[in-house]
């Protein structure tokens, strides 16, 4: 039964990997993906790792209400820029820049965005990389855009970057509790320590899902985002 999980891990690694070249056209070592049981847990074994006491995180404003609250869990200072409606809510790269200190240790993206459905351009994650502090992108609404956008993964951007996404919600699985980040190869063995001691892994038959969804669910996708609301 072991080795069975074993091998489902391994194959929804690499059903992963695979949907990430699909997508973006990166290609990532399967190694480099870490399931977890949601998304939530993924984002707080990147900030645990990540954050010291002391240490300040960038995110634009509006933003997902629980992003300072798993910084501040961890002892980081949650510091928000404001975006406006009358731009698009995009990100302004030199009010990030002016905001570093030398306790800044991460910048948070979401693009799309939760709550503003806000696209940000392949140049403003590139500039967000160059920044410095480690780039930290949650791209599970990818796949939920509308008019032609397009979708920049940090992954194209900066090979230090953490992804974090899951099933959730491009394929409607949100009570599954089956998400992942993918991670630089240095931070893998930190990251699968604290896994495999708060949370052990996700339920064997929710990865058999998420094989599935991959499979099969992508095709649903155009149905969903055509559905009245």
């Known amino acids: 039964q072991q080795r069975d999980l074993q091998q489902t891990i391994q194959s929804l690694r690499e059903a992963i990997a695979r949907d990430e ?4 056209g990166v290609a990532i070592d399967p190694e480099r993906v870490l399931v977890t049981s949601g998304t939530s847990p993924a984002m707080l074994l990147t900030f645990s790792l990540l954050i010291e ?5 960038l995110l634009a404003a509006p933003h997902y209400p629980c992003y300072p609250n798993f910084i501040r869990y961890c002892g980081g200072v949650p510091v928000a ?3 406006r ?3 698009g809510f995009a990100i302004d790269t030199e009010a990030f820049a002016s905001a570093l200190t030398p306790r800044t240790r991460a910048i948070v993206v979401c693009s799309p965005a939760n709550p503003t459905g806000a696209v940000q351009s392949a140049q403003t994650l590139q500039r967000l990389a160059e920044l410095g502090p480690t780039l930290v992108s949650d791209e ?3 796949g939920l855009v509308y008019d032609g956008a397009r979708v920049t993964s940090a992954l194209q ?5 953490f992804v974090l996404d899951g099933f959730s919600k491009r394929y409607a699985m949100t009570g599954f509790r089956l998400g992942y ?12 320590i604290m896994q495999q001691n708060f949370f052990i892994s996700a339920s064997r038959f929710v990865q058999q899902a998420g094989l599935a969804a991959l499979a099969h669910g992508i095709a649903e996708v155009p149905a969903a985002l055509a559905a009245p609301a």
């Open 157 to 161: 951007v900066s090979d230090e970057a």
């Open 81 to 83: 820029i404001p975006t």
């Open 181 to 192: 980040v993918i991670a630089p190869p240095w931070a893998l063995r930190p990251l699968q």
């Open 21 to 24: 070249e699909r997508r973006f």
């Open 53 to 57: 006491p002391g240490d300040e995180v």
């Open 140 to 142: 599970i609404y990818d």
């Open 85 to 87: 409606a009358q731009d």
